[in-house]
Structures are given as C-alpha cells and as structure tokens.
C-alpha cells in the first residue's frame, strides 16, 4: 500500500509546558498588587501595572529561556537577526465563577499565559474560519477541530500566536494568571526562496 502523509501545512504552533518547579513563586507578591475590574465582569480583573515583569526579574529569566525555545526552536526564527520583546505583561485574577470572553491580542506577534495558581477554568483555543459546509465528523482529531483545551494547572506556561482567538471558562476557585505580549525585534534578511529544492525534496521524503 501506497504510504500516505498527512501534512500539516501553516499550522498554528503552541508551546505548552509541564509544570516546573523551578518557577519562581511570585504568588504572594502578586495577590498585593493593584487590580481593576474587566469591563465585562464583576468577576475578572486585571492588573492596573501593565508591565509586572518589571517588578519580577527572576520570572522575566524564567520565561525568556522558553520564550527563546518557543521562537527560534519551534518556530525557527533566526537568533543571529532577531530577539524576542515583551511589550506588555500583566496579571489576571478571578473570582469564583470568573472567566473571560473570546478574544484575540492587537499589536502583537505572539502572547503567552502562566498559570499561577487555582486550577479551574480550561484555557480554549477556537478556530474561527469561514466554512461553506460543516460536514458531520465522525472522529475528531487535530486537523478538524475547531476548538482545543488545556486544563489549568499551576507553574504550566502556553505560547501561543497573538491572533489565535481564546478565553477561559468559568473557575470555581480564585485564579491568577500571569498573561504577556511579544514582538520580534531586529532586521529581517531577504531570503529569495523559502526552501530550496533540496530542502523541499527532503520534506517530501520526511
């Protein structure tokens, strides 16, 4: 039988973590911040410093390193051209009951979410693409579904593209996360073609 591939052309990469006791434990330190309420919910809110990393060097350390994994690893952004950038970082706390909308995050390239602490309330990824038909599925998998979950659990990191729509469900404790934005920095070199035909014919070969 003739072997057959199944190539997932411009997917959409996330970098999800185990969680790691290496995590600096940031918790008490961020419950006495200052927050304000979401404005679609008496039961979220957000930091009003909207560059908390700031004030947690050890935790900027500590992502940087899966930053620099997620980035130039996974995706194969040129280390020597560019660096990664934190625009903005902030942290979230819900009350029971508290979650957020579906949204996705402007004037930036790639966002990452830490979960601190109250594992409640899945983090949902959806796919949101025009379709013709919606065809019944009979087994779901990764190349047709339109929406993924990942189950809050402490000291866990997702990377994720900032244009990704997502939002959390409903938590039945208090939850804080730790959310942050991202864009490349550096001087881009134009490259003529993507792959060269050796490198096309090794894919195929793959």
């Known amino acids: 039988m003739t072997e057959i591939q199944a190539l997932p052309l411009f997917s959409t990469p996330v970098y999800v973590t185990d969680p790691d006791r290496d995590m600096p434990d940031i918790l008490p330190q961020v419950k006495s911040l200052e927050y304000v309420r979401y404005s679609y919910s008496d039961l979220a809110h957000r930091t009003t410093d909207q560059q908390v990393l700031e004030s947690f060097p050890e935790m900027a350390k500590w992502l940087e390193r899966h930053i620099n994994e997620y980035t130039h690893g996974m995706l194969g952004i040129s280390s020597e051209h560019h660096r990664m950038k934190v625009t903005t970082s902030w942290v979230n706390k819900y009350n029971v009951g508290g979650s957020s909308y579906p949204h996705f995050h402007d004037n930036s390239m790639y966002s990452g979410n830490v979960f601190l602490s109250g ?88």
């Open 119 to 206: 594992n409640s309330g899945a983090l949902v990824f959806e796919r949101h693409k025009h379709s013709m038909m919606k065809p019944t599925i009979a087994i779901q998998n990764i190349y047709n579904s339109t929406q993924y979950k990942i189950a809050p659990r402490d000291s866990v990191l997702v990377l994720f593209p900032s244009n990704v729509v997502h939002f959390t469900e409903p938590t039945n404790v208090e939850r804080y996360t730790l959310s942050f934005n991202m864009r490349v920095e550096g001087t881009p070199v134009w490259i003529e073609d993507q792959f060269t035909e050796e490198q096309n014919a090794d894919l195929r070969m793959d």
